[in-house]
């Protein structure tokens, strides 16, 4: 009785991964058209100030405008994008997307931004980046200091000499670099002083419970105390209430991003909500 479950379990199993592993070729082959046919698109949300509540700039996530499954959220291909090395692809069209569109903002008008990008740590092995960023900043005018890439501690983790040699020299460019998910990896402290971060943006997943979580509550203001005592920024990410919002400006958290404020908007959307903020000013 036993056995034969266990067996009807292995081929379970077995059909199971083939059917993943079928619907990953799949994926992969979509990801390699969907640049062609053009059907990435960057979504912005909103980053504010936390004190005075203006708009500070937007952080810019992908979307998959699929022919039949609609928009497909980057977690559902990022890694395979990751895994593949298409990534360097759609993060080249990620950047200059994202360049492009600041630029548009700036001559429609629109307040100073700062733009974040997210850049994977396969991006950051690959030797254009540095070229590709001087690139596109003086293709479309855009001042260095409008643009910041968002990395990940396994960037940092995975760093090599290289790594550090080339995060300096786009640091060195005025590029902003913002530390994301920060507290969810392995944390060391000695990133932060090592590299040339300028912006640590606590996850989500702190945020969550403050304040009404003691331990989450006292981690998050530790953050934002050792974050400005070696004189980098803090944004708060995922902020859905007033209670998180209050409690991140009272202390003295730099920028706030989340649903509270903002979903991730098309760039018309965010566009209009700029200046209607602007205008309630
Ligand atoms: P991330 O960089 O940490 O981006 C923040 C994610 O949290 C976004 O999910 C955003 O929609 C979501 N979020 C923002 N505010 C709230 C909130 O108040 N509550 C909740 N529950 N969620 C909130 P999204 O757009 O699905 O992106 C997921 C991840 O995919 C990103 O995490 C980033 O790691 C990656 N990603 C997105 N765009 C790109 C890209 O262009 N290139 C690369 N390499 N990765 C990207
Ligand atoms: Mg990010
Ligand atoms: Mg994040
Ligand atoms: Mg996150």
Not at 21 to 36: H, K, P
Not at 55 to 70: D, F, Y
Not at 131 to 142: F, I, K, Q, S, Y
Not at 269 to 275: G, N, T, V
Request: include cysteine; proline fraction near 3%.
């Amino acid at each position: 009785q036993s056995k034969q479950l266990g067996k009807n379990r292995c081929q379970f199993y077995a059909q199971d991964m083939q059917e993943a592993a079928r619907a990953r070729v799949q994926l992969e082959a979509e990801l390699r058209s969907a640049i062609e046919l053009q059907q990435f698109v960057l979504y912005y949300q909103p980053i504010i100030h936390a004190a005075s509540g203006t708009v500070a700039g937007a952080e810019a996530l992908i979307r998959w405008r699929h022919p039949e499954r609609g928009i497909v959220a980057p977690g559902e291909f990022i890694p395979v994008a990751e895994d593949t090395g298409l990534i360097v692809a759609i993060g080249e069209w990620v950047l200059c997307e994202a360049v492009r569109q600041s630029r548009q903002w700036r001559s429609q008008g629109l307040p100073l931004l700062r733009i974040a990008v997210n850049v994977s740590g396969v991006q950051f092995r690959e030797a254009g980046l540095v070229g590709l960023v001087t690139r596109l900043c003086g293709e479309h005018g855009l001042e260095h200091s409008e643009l910041i890439l968002e990395i990940t501690e396994s960037v940092l983790m995975q760093s090599s000499d290289l790594t550090e040699v080339r995060m300096r020299e786009i640091s060195a460019l005025g590029v902003g670099y913002s530390l994301d998910d920060f507290g969810t990896g392995y944390s060391s402290l000695s990133y932060l002083k090592r590299f040339p971060v300028d912006v640590v943006k606590i996850d989500r997943s702190f945020v969550n419970d403050c304040p009404d979580d003691r331990n989450d509550t006292l981690l998050v203001e530790a953050i934002i105390n050792m974050a400005h005592s070696l004189g980098l920024r803090v944004t708060a990410e995922g902020v859905e209430t007033e209670a998180q919002h209050d409690f991140l400006r009272a202390r003295g958290c730099d920028y706030v991003q989340g649903f509270l404020i903002s979903r991730p908007l098309t760039a018309d959307d965010f566009e209009a909500f700029a200046r209607r903020h602007a205008a309630s000013r």
